[in-house]
């Protein structure tokens, strides 16, 4: 796989939530789903080559997958990681409906 490839496969979809929309809109910060075993420089670069806007810190963390029960098996929703992006003053992602 090369670096390239790597990078596409990184971001999985945006985390969308009451938390995340305000968030968005008071510390210019976009939450993301991502690979799980993905670095944060690699996020940083991703974001940066394929939306060019200049990205200012991230921060991850893993979130453990919930136990859910149907009849009489418990079943558990795998971890994912989700990335914390905050952009530099001026930028935005505009396919988040994020435009000022």
Partial sequence: MT????????IL???VSD??????????????KVLKNSKKYEIKLAIEKFFKV?????????VK???KRQKN?????????????ILHTGQNLEFLGHSK
């Fill in 13 to 15: 979809s945006a985390h």
């Fill in 73 to 85: 098996k418990i079943c558990k929703f795998s971890n994912w990681k989700k990335a914390y992006v």
């Fill in 54 to 62: 200049r990205v200012y810190k991230i921060n991850t963390l893993i």
């Fill in 3 to 10: 670096h390239i490839e790597r990078l596409l496969k990184i």
């Fill in 19 to 32: 938390k995340t929309s305000d968030n968005m809109k008071r510390n210019n910060t976009v939450v993301l």
């Fill in 65 to 67: 997958g919930k136990r």
